[in-house]
């Protein structure tokens, strides 16, 4: 039973540029919940989509933007790369957007 | 914002010993979690706590949830080299149960 799958697993970009990160969901979850965890610090939640919807959203600007799939996977797309953008960008499935995560092992993202 | 603050941040400690740690926050949480992360995989759960005062085991694992409901415990008995980690208390805002606030970490290493 797969659990929850990040691409990709490390990306490097430049200042100014755009990406997407994709995440599928453990088999039998259907929210898909994102965070940003800086070196040495605890995750922080980006924004949660259930049903395709973003539900909820944390303290993130709308640099950040995200899209959820029939088939309950999720992308995170952020534009206009900041260098402090670097970070490890986890996502985490859940079932009926509880909080019982099954977190992925996360994109490692650099932007120089 | 609501924040977790996990003390010691760091501790280097024999194998063998046991190991203590805790997480405080300024506002009442219902539900304290504990997760490991270990390097290059996201947060995996160890330990639930869903009431006040409760006391919670996982093998060599055991957390205590605040009888205040603004702090929680976790204490590993007998630690061995596997343990080494980031260990992080997290817990779910107030009426709202899909986001979780998490702590800043504490760093484990244990000398064999």
């Known amino acids: 039973d797969a659990g929850v799958t990040q691409s990709p697993t490390h990306l490097i970009k430049t200042r100014g540029q755009q990406v997407t990160l994709r995440c599928s969901p453990k088999?039998?979850?259907?929210?898909v919940s994102w965070y940003q965890q800086a070196l040495g610090q605890g995750p922080q939640f980006i924004f949660q989509y259930y049903e395709e919807e973003e539900r909820q959203r944390g303290n993130f600007p709308d640099r950040f933007s995200g899209h959820q799939f029939p088939n309950y996977s999720s992308e995170l797309n952020v534009n206009a790369l900041l260098l402090g953008d670097s970070a490890l960008y986890l996502c985490a499935s859940s079932l009926r957007q509880g909080y019982g995560y099954t977190f992925g092992s996360g994109t490692r993202l650099t932007v120089v | 914002g609501q924040q977790l603050n996990q003390s010691p941040q760091s501790m280097f400690i024999q194998e063998g010993e046991d190991v203590s740690m805790n997480c405080t926050s300024s506002?009442?949480?219902?539900?304290w979690l504990w997760y490991k992360q270990e390097p290059g995989e996201g947060p995996v759960l160890l330990i639930a706590l869903y009431k006040a005062g409760e006391l919670t085991s996982n093998g060599r694992l055991t957390a205590q949830f605040g009888i205040t409901r603004k702090d929680s415990f976790l204490n590993i008995s007998a630690s061995i080299p596997s343990d080494v980690g980031i260990y992080f208390c997290?817990?779910?805002?107030?009426?709202?149960?899909?986001?979780?606030?998490f702590g800043q970490g504490t760093t484990l290493q244990v000398k064999p």
């Open positions: 088999s039998g979850h259907d929210t």
């Open positions: 997290a817990g779910p805002l107030l009426g709202n149960t899909g986001k979780l606030i």
């Open positions: 506002s009442i949480f219902n539900t």
